[in-house]
């Protein structure tokens, strides 16, 4: 492989002295689960979304779900979400055992379509949940007006935008709480599983809190049927040493995105795009192109890793081709299926070395002028 998809050993090695300390540190205190190291990071991360509250869950799908839980959204409510997503959104929802209501998304953003929204809210409609794909945040005024005139909650999926700002404010505190992955390759990875919830909503946190420890705030007490979600000190440490990077590497993916929109704006791939209220985090740099198939196996044999974000959209997964409701059974999202067959990511993150971005993009220019494809 002449440039991996993904480079997560050189995030380990850039911070190796840190990190070793680190686990030296949370080894010799004999305290893994809930303790100094998880409170630090909570109040870290808060700070850094500019929220009021984080609380640290095992991971991004289960910070969504205790969201929901915490909402009382359950069975017989619906909860919007958008149809080009990464399964997990959906899951979160079938999960607290409310459904899924998919919405097409808008084709230059290909985050939730907001003039779509209002005709797929009914009475069951509990909430919208937006995903900012990619690291780009959606388009949260007219969502967060939508929600607001008919009694919704908002949820955003942030587990792709950990520090993107949507009209100057950040991922997190957008709506009425926030759904974070770390999942090692996320802008913010761990090394290993881990999640948070962020809210300004004092309940909404206390709930959380509550229900990601066995339903107990008092040990052996227990109020409610709870789960056990926590994000343990280890990675909540590690976290902490990783969150000061944070800017200066989302920083680095932006350098890599500004040089592949320069570099290849003269080709016909479809690229990113950018409205001018958003601060995107570069999660994933996706391209499009009507012959995607045959470009990805093009850029294989040159030895570009790319990879496909995603290839099948949730409601043509096998998960939910038998599980919709028969209403939903004959509807079909053009957009997101056209999309889905056209994407390609190619590399980028905060080891990606300006000598392999330049590789990137002269094989890229190469493939597509050569009328290879
Ligand atoms: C990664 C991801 C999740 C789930 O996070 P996990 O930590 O893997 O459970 C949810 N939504 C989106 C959009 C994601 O990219």
């Given at each position: 492989?002449?440039?991996?998809?993904?480079?997560?050993?050189?995030?380990?090695?850039?911070?190796?002295?840190?990190?070793?300390?680190?686990?030296?540190?949370?080894?010799?205190?004999?305290w893994?689960?809930l303790?100094?190291?998880?409170?630090?990071?909570?109040?870290?991360?808060?700070?850094?979304?500019?929220?009021?509250?984080?609380i640290?869950?095992g991971?991004g799908?289960?910070?969504?779900?205790?969201i929901?839980?915490?909402?009382?959204?359950?069975?017989?409510?619906?909860?919007?979400?958008?149809?080009?997503?990464?399964?997990?959104?959906?899951?979160?929802?079938?999960?607290?055992?409310?459904?899924?209501?998919?919405?097409?998304?808008?084709?230059?953003?290909?985050?939730?379509?907001?003039?779509?929204?209002?005709?797929?809210?009914?009475?069951?409609?509990?909430?919208?949940?937006?995903?900012?794909?990619?690291?780009?945040?959606?388009?949260?005024?007219?969502?967060?007006?939508?929600?607001?005139?008919?009694?919704?909650?908002?949820?955003?999926?942030?587990a792709?935008?950990?520090?993107?700002?949507?009209?100057?404010r950040?991922?997190?505190?957008?709506?009425?709480?926030?759904g974070?992955?770390?999942?090692?390759?996320?802008?913010?990875?761990a090394?290993?599983?881990?999640?948070?919830?962020?809210?300004?909503?004092?309940?909404?946190?206390?709930?959380?809190?509550?229900?990601?420890?066995?339903?107990?705030?008092?040990?052996?007490?227990?109020?409610?049927?709870?789960?056990?979600?926590r994000?343990?000190?280890?990675?909540a440490?590690?976290l902490?040493?990783k969150?000061?990077?944070?800017?200066?590497?989302?920083?680095?993916?932006?350098?890599?995105?500004?040089?592949?929109?320069?570099?290849?704006?003269?080709t016909?791939?479809?690229?990113?795009?950018?409205?001018?209220?958003?601060?995107?985090?570069w999660?994933?740099f996706?391209?499009?192109?009507?012959?995607?198939?045959?470009?990805?196996?093009?850029l294989?044999?040159?030895?570009?890793?790319?990879?496909?974000?995603?290839?099948?959209?949730?409601?043509?997964?096998?998960?939910?081709?038998?599980?919709l409701?028969?209403?939903?059974?004959?509807?079909i999202?053009?957009?997101?299926?056209?999309?889905?067959n056209?994407?390609?990511?190619?590399p980028?993150?905060?080891?990606?070395?300006?000598?392999?971005?330049?590789?990137?993009?002269?094989?890229?220019?190469?493939?597509?002028k050569?009328?290879?494809?």
């Open positions: 492989m002449i440039v991996p998809f993904l480079d997560l050993k050189a995030a380990y090695l850039e911070l190796q002295q840190e990190l070793d300390a680190v686990y030296q540190r949370v080894m010799n205190s004999g893994y689960i303790g100094k190291e998880i409170e630090a990071f909570e109040q870290e991360f808060a700070a850094y979304c500019e929220a009021q509250y984080c640290g869950v991971n799908l289960d910070a969504l779900h205790l929901l839980r915490s909402l009382g959204i359950g069975p017989g409510d619906e909860v919007i979400v958008p149809a080009n997503t990464y399964i997990a959104t959906w899951l979160a929802v079938s999960y607290a055992g409310a459904t899924p209501v998919p919405v097409e998304p808008d084709e230059m953003t290909y985050n939730i379509n907001p003039d779509l929204i209002e005709v797929a809210i009914t009475e069951r409609t509990k909430a919208i949940l937006p995903v900012h794909l990619y690291g780009q945040p959606a388009d949260m005024d007219p969502i967060n007006d939508l929600a607001h005139h008919y009694g919704l909650k908002v949820i955003e999926d942030a792709q935008a950990h520090g993107a700002r949507y009209k100057g950040r991922t997190g505190g957008l709506g009425d709480a926030a974070f992955s770390f999942y090692p390759g996320k802008n913010l990875g090394f290993g599983d881990g999640g948070a919830v962020v809210t300004n909503d004092p309940y909404i946190a206390d709930q959380v809190r509550v229900l990601r420890n066995y339903g107990s705030r008092v040990k052996y007490y227990n109020e409610v049927q709870g789960f056990n979600s994000l343990d000190e280890l990675q440490a590690f902490r040493v969150l000061t990077k944070l800017d200066e590497w989302n920083e680095r993916r932006k350098l890599a995105a500004q040089y592949y929109l320069d570099r290849l704006s003269q016909d791939l479809k690229l990113p795009y950018v409205p001018e209220w958003v601060t995107p985090v999660h994933l996706v391209v499009s192109h009507p012959q995607r198939d045959k470009l990805k196996n093009y294989d044999k040159f030895g570009l890793g790319t990879l496909i974000h995603y290839p099948i959209p949730p409601h043509l997964s096998d998960a939910y081709t038998g599980g409701e028969s209403n939903w059974k004959t509807n999202y053009p957009i997101t299926e056209a999309i889905s056209q994407i390609l990511s190619i980028i993150g905060p080891h990606l070395e300006q000598t392999k971005t330049t590789i990137v993009v002269e094989t890229l220019l190469k493939v597509l050569d009328d290879t494809i």
